[in-house]
């Protein structure tokens, strides 16, 4: 039962432009949510999260929207640079045990210089 | 910089034999840290909640017995995988937060590969 979907294995995007990076999930328990990067042999890096009370957060290039309605949210990378490929992963948080994430299965984003 | 330490950072080891590996928060003190898994080209799996003081949560489908979890003090948790056999190759990672609506950092992992 994988509560938390990332349904795109990879995304290929050129230098400068917007990457988009998608999620779905289907427990509507879950109140935060969080971004994070990956590298092969690394542990993931917190990139950004949101709280189910907002809809948008930014910090810097990156910006999470959510949409509790349709229990989407998505990851916007502006602009995409070459440094930035890595595997991204959602994760979801509910209830009182904050270190209980449940993950996606990732996405692969290569940006082409 | 990295606020959770993972060590080793790999370990090759023969069936049946134990490998150890530790966790520790480096500048804030963890009463909780969870141990995950990854396997290749899966997402990353909780396998169980390390308490300080008190005796690991393991979800559902984790041997206890055979990955034995203990967290001696509040910046330090281990992980001994007992008898290790090839399917137990994976990538094990650790994690501790600050607490509060901080989020969750993770250490660098560590590649098990069971001969």
């Known amino acids: 039962d994988q509560q938390v979907k990332q349904n795109s294995p990879s995304l290929s995007v050129q230098e400068g432009r917007i990457s988009i990076l998608n999620c779905d999930y289907t427990?509507?328990?879950?109140?935060?949510f969080l971004w994070y990067k990956k590298y092969p042999a690394e542990g993931p890096t917190f990139l950004i999260s949101?709280?189910?009370?907002?809809d948008k957060n930014e910090d810097g290039r990156f910006t999470v929207f959510l949409n509790k309605s349709a229990k989407h949210l998505s990851l916007h990378i502006v602009p995409s640079q070459p440094g930035d490929s890595a595997v991204y992963f959602c994760?979801?948080?509910?209830?009182?045990?904050?270190?209980?994430?449940?993950f996606g299965q990732g996405t692969i984003l290569t940006v082409h210089p | 910089g990295a606020v959770v330490s993972q060590h080793p950072s790999w370990v090759i080891c023969k069936s049946g034999t134990s490998v150890k590996i530790e966790c520790r928060s480096l500048?804030?003190?963890?009463?909780?840290m969870f141990w995950y898994r990854q396997f290749p080209k899966q997402s990353l799996m909780l396998m169980a909640t390390?308490?300080?003081?008190?005796?690991?949560?393991?979800e559902q489908g984790v041997e206890k017995d055979k990955f034995l979890i203990n967290h001696a003090s509040l910046t330090l948790s281990t992980l001994t995988v007992t008898s290790a056999h090839p399917e137990d190759s994976s990538f094990y990672i650790c994690?501790?937060?600050?607490?509060?609506?901080?989020?969750?950092?993770f250490g660098n992992g560590t590649r098990l590969t069971v001969t």
């Open positions: 427990n509507s328990m879950f109140d935060y």
């Open positions: 500048d804030f003190q963890a009463t909780t």
């Open positions: 949101i709280s189910s009370i907002k």
């Open positions: 994690s501790a937060s600050r607490g509060g609506e901080s989020p969750l950092h």
């Open positions: 994760a979801a948080r509910g209830g009182t045990s904050y270190g209980k994430l449940t």
């Open positions: 390390s308490n300080e003081g008190s005796k690991a949560t393991y």
